[in-house]
């Protein structure tokens, strides 16, 4: 049996080079583990995540121990922007931490623990729903998840190609013209967005009204469009959205973003495609495919080495997409929703 005790922690606290350093040597929890970050990439990353949650004064972070060994740790945060939009109180799980090298009855016995004090805190904070998104190889974090009545509502993957090794497939095709989106581009760019993602967690959840949930992407489009290359934007991140024009009118885009700061935690280039998208009529016809391209060419001419991009699971158009252009799956990401406070 083990004794578990639980302690509230303060931003100060985690500024201990003791916590630092313990998250180095925690469970993979960060979504790009697959690019075997170092240890103190890690560290700081994951510290990022507990310091963003308390930075507001609605999050809470908590420790967990046996004796006076750190366990695990975990950090929830109300999520503002999905509150507004959808109307309702939304908080999730930012991060959940636990030490290596626990039996399973141990690493159990902890995330019931953990989930216990998330559920307190989402019940203080009167929040309806709760999110948490994490790596599906977390089998035990999932299964305590389960128990405690959280439901499955979207499954990611993440994929990824070095861009030396992938060449452009299709030839220039003189129907289509490329070029960064204006802001007059926009009403074509929401009508495509309408209706394109039909498996994220906004439109696949009984409960959240799926227009609201549709409309999530058509707000990121938006925001992503007229907010690029403003102070909005984070320092040192670059958003850039490009449109592919068929006989004058725009057919499809894509949107792509790179981080210095994640560049330097890294220690490589990465570039994320954030949104590909191609309207409905014009689909199949080589313009998704020609966009991608485009696409990892500005990559490569940014000295960007790697291109990633992410998915659902049953988005078979996507996947067949990313498969074709070189991408390879390398993590699954599974987003879990608990309703409560009804
Ligand atoms: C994914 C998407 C952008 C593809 O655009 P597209 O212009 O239709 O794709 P292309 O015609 O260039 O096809 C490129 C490759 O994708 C695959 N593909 C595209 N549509 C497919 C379909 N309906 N079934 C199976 N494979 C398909 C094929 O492998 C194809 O290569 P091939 O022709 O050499 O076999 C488009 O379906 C779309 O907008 N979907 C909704 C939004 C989305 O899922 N975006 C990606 C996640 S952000």
Same mark, same amino acid.
């Not at 083990?2 to 180095?24: G, H, I, Q, Y």
């Given at each position: 049996?083990?004794? $578990? ?19 180095? &040597? ?8 697959? $690019? ?93 729903? $709760? ?17 405690? &009545? ?52 906004? @439109?696949?959840?009984?409960?959240? #009204? ?21 102070? #909005? ?9 490009? @449109? ?29 495609? %954030?949104?590909? @998208?191609? %309207? ?24 960007? &080495? ?23 799956? #390398? ?12």
């Amino acid at each position: 049996m083990t004794t $578990l005790t639980v302690m509230p922690v303060s931003a100060p606290d985690l500024n201990a080079p003791d916590f630092e350093r313990w998250l180095a &040597g925690t469970e993979p929890e960060w979504f790009l583990e697959y $690019l075997s970050p170092g240890p103190e990439a890690r560290a700081r990353h994951l510290m990022g995540r507990f310091a963003g949650a308390l930075a507001w004064p609605t999050g809470r972070a908590f420790l967990c121990s046996e004796g006076d060994r750190v366990l695990g740790a975990i950090a929830l945060e109300r999520m503002a922007w999905d509150s507004a939009h959808f109307g309702i109180e939304c908080g999730r799980i930012a991060t959940c931490c636990i030490a290596q090298g626990l039996s399973v009855e141990r690493r159990r016995a902890l995330h019931a623990e953990l989930l216990r004090d998330a559920l307190r805190w989402a019940d203080e904070q009167k929040i309806r729903l $709760l999110q948490r998104r994490l790596l599906a190889s977390r089998v035990d974090e999932t299964q305590c998840l389960g128990e405690a &009545g959280f439901r499955l509502a979207d499954s990611m993957v993440m994929m990824l190609a070095p861009l030396a090794i992938v060449a452009p497939v299709c030839g220039p095709d003189p129907r289509l013209a490329f070029r960064a989106a204006r802001a007059d581009d926009l009403p074509a760019l929401l009508a495509m967005t309408r209706g394109a993602f039909p498996h994220s967690r906004f @439109v696949q959840d009984p409960i959240l #009204k799926v227009s609201r949930g549709d409309e999530v992407y058509q707000r990121w489009i938006e925001n992503l469009l007229l907010n690029q290359h403003t102070d #909005k934007t984070p320092a040192g991140t670059k958003e850039e959205v490009m @449109v592919c024009a068929l006989g004058g009118a725009v057919a499809g885009y894509a949107a792509y973003r790179t981080d210095r700061a994640l560049d330097a935690l890294l220690g490589r280039r990465l570039g994320m495609l %954030d949104l590909i @998208v191609v %309207d409905k009529a014009h689909r199949g016809q080589g313009i998704g495919r020609a966009l991608l391209d485009r696409v990892m060419e500005a990559m490569r001419k940014d000295g960007i &080495g790697e291109v990633e991009a992410t998915t659902w699971t049953d988005q078979r158009e996507a996947l067949a997409l990313y498969r074709r252009a070189g991408l390879q799956e #390398k993590e699954t990401l599974l987003t879990y929703h608990l309703w409560m406070n009804g």
